[in-house]
Nanobody, 120 residues
Framework: QVQLVESGGGLVQAGGSLRLSCAASGRTFSGYNMGWFRQAPGKEREFVASISTRGITTTYADSVKGRFTVSRDNVKNTMYLQMNSLTPQDTAVYYC?????????????WGEGTLVTVSS
């Protein structure tokens, strides 16, 4: 199955931006719907955004709509999450995953994620 590695997290001030990357191994990345999820301290993991195989269709959680943009480059086997106008409520570990049940259902296999911390 496809292996995924998240990167790009860090510390940013409120109102700032970050771009996360999700690098996939294997030659079948373009055949998967993909998604971003996040887990804040003390909370359940939640859906953030998903993108279809060719990037034509995207879905966002209401909490990030208009601020976050998901995209993918199937040549580079990479998915991205551009995050703008960040708030402290966006602080979380962010994970990418294969979407098995469009648009919110991820496979039950998670990587280590990348930590995003937004300071006020």
């Amino acid at each position: 199955q496809v292996q995924l590695v998240e990167s790009g997290g860090g510390l940013v001030q409120a109102g700032g931006s970050l771009r996360l990357s999700c690098a996939a191994s294997g030659r079948t990345f373009s055949g998967y719907n993909m998604g971003w999820f996040r887990q804040a301290p003390g909370k359940e993991r939640e859906f953030v955004a998903s993108i279809s195989t060719r990037g034509i269709t995207t879905t966002y959680a209401d909490s990030v709509k208009g601020r976050f943009t998901v995209s993918r480059d199937n040549v580079k086997n990479t998915m991205y999450l551009q995050m703008n106008s960040l708030t402290p409520q966006d602080t979380a570990v962010y994970y990418c995953n294969v979407i098995q049940n469009w648009p919110y259902g991820a496979r039950d296999y998670w990587g280590e994620g990348t930590l995003v911390t937004v300071s006020s």
